[in-house]
C-alpha cells in the first residue's frame, strides 16, 4: 500500500515562513508528477503548485516569486519552500503522487498539514 505523509505545517506571523514535507512511502515503477494543492473553508480545492518528474515546475499566480517546489527523487520526497506568508494563505495543505504501475497511472493523496497565517 502506497502512504503519501505531509509534514511542516503550522502557524506563522505573516511575512513568514514554512517548508513542506512530502513523503511517498513506496514506488511501484516510477513516481511521476508530485503537486501540493490547498482547500481553505468555504472554497474548493487549488492546485498550487507541481513539479514533474525531470524537475519541470508549475506555479498557481498568487504564489508565484513566493513559494517554491522541488523534490528528492533518491528520497521519494517533495517540498514546498513557502516565504513571505500572507493570511490567504492559510489552508490545508495537501501532496498529490502520481505513481506508475505495470497497469496504468494511479493518483494518491495525503492527509494534509494546516497552514495558518495570523498574527
Known amino acids: 500500500q502506497v502512504q503519501v505523509t505531509e509534514s511542516g505545517g503550522g502557524l506563522v506571523q505573516p511575512g513568514g515562513s514554512l517548508r513542506l514535507t512530502c513523503a511517498v512511502s513506496?514506488?511501484?515503477?516510477?513516481?511521476?508528477?508530485m503537486g501540493w494543492y490547498r482547500e481553505a473553508p468555504g472554497k474548493q480545492r487549488e492546485l498550487v503548485a507541481d513539479?514533474?518528474?525531470?524537475?519541470?515546475?508549475n506555479y498557481r499566480d498568487s504564489v508565484k516569486g513566493r513559494f517554491t517546489i522541488s523534490r528528492d527523487n533518491a528520497k521519494n520526497t517533495a517540498y514546498l519552500q513557502m516565504d513571505s506568508l500572507e493570511p490567504e494563505d492559510t489552508a490545508v495543505y495537501l501532496c498529490l503522487a502520481k505513481i506508475g504501475s505495470p497497469t496504468g497511472q494511479y493518483n494518491y493523496w495525503g492527509q494534509g498539514t494546516q497552514v495558518t497565517v495570523s498574527s
Open positions: 513539479i514533474s518528474s525531470s524537475g519541470s515546475t
Open positions: 513506496r514506488v511501484f515503477r516510477s513516481l511521476n508528477s
